[in-house]
């Protein structure tokens, strides 16, 4: 099993930055890809960041690229995602996610089926 905990959101200007901390326990936290996601009001939950177990692979939404990195620190169990040019289009709930002990067919690290463990959320948001 494994808990996520996020933190670091907060209300922030357009242009400015935020970084978001994800800290796990549970399962050895090298072991799995981690991802960030986030949810507006009345829309999906979407793919932001992944980053691979041991930090080698980053993956981001075409929304973020550029504006958005993602990191890990295995020894400290937390992922980061470092949020700069901030736009109010960026206001939403993040959530990280581990990825899921059982492979779902079709399922990727920009799905929301890849991962099977998620935190509670943290709310980000940019005014104008």
């Known amino acids: 099993q494994v808990q996520l905990v996020e933190s670091g959101g907060g209300l922030v200007q357009a242009g400015g930055s935020l970084r978001l901390s994800c800290a796990a326990s549970?399962?050895?936290?090298?072991?799995?890809?981690m991802g960030w996601f986030r949810q507006a009001p009345g829309k999906e939950r979407e793919f932001v960041a992944a980053?691979?177990?041991?930090?080698?692979?980053?993956y981001y939404a075409d929304s973020v690229k550029g504006r958005f990195t993602i990191s890990r620190d295995n020894a400290k169990n937390t992922v980061y995602l470092q949020m700069d040019s901030l736009k109010p289009e960026d206001t939403a709930v993040y959530y990280c996610?581990?990825?899921?002990?059982?492979?779902?067919?079709?399922?990727?690290?920009?799905?929301?089926?890849?991962?099977?463990?998620w935190g509670q959320g943290t709310q980000v948001t940019v005014s104008s």
């Open positions: 996610a581990g990825e899921g002990l059982v492979k779902i067919s079709g399922s990727y690290y920009f799905t929301t089926s890849y991962y099977g463990y």
């Open positions: 549970g399962r050895t936290f090298s072991s799995y890809d």
């Open positions: 980053v691979s177990w041991n930090g080698g692979n980053t």
